[in-house]
């Protein structure tokens, strides 16, 4: 069983840098690719990053590459979302998402989900 916590959100200006954090109180996140998403008020959830389960491969949506960077650590459980040059139109939630097998860029692909973290960006 998957069982994910994001932390790391906040209040930052234009430039700004934040890294995210999720963690998983489980004992199969190693087999788990996972997925940063994330859902502005009013707008469809939409997809981040994802980075399959040996961190081999790692996707991006064109509006955060060069940006934001996706990392895990298997040995701690937990998956990184390093973001960069923060923009306003990067304000959001930021959830994290597991699923066996291959990335996908859909939420409804993904099986499990954390709660969510707060990130606001201002100009």
């Known amino acids: 069983q998957v069982q994910l916590v994001e932390s790391g959100g906040g209040l930052v200006q234009a430039g700004d840098s934040l890294r995210l954090s999720c963690a998983d109180s489980?004992?199969?996140?190693?087999?788990?690719?996972m997925a940063w998403f994330r859902q502005a008020p009013g707008k469809e959830r939409e997809f981040v990053a994802a980075?399959?389960?040996?961190?081999?491969?790692?996707y991006y949506a064109d509006s955060v590459k060069g940006r934001f960077t996706i990392s895990r650590d298997n040995t701690k459980n937990t998956v990184y979302l390093q973001m960069n040059s923060l923009k306003p139109e990067d304000t959001a939630v930021y959830y994290c998402?597991?699923?066996?097998?291959?990335?996908?860029?859909?939420?409804?692909?993904?099986?499990?989900w954390g709660q969510g973290t707060q990130v606001t960006v201002s100009s």
């Open positions: 998402a597991g699923r066996r097998g291959n990335i996908y860029t859909t939420p409804s692909n993904y099986d499990y």
């Open positions: 980075i399959g389960s040996s961190a081999t491969y790692t």
């Open positions: 489980g004992r199969t996140f190693s087999l788990y690719t």
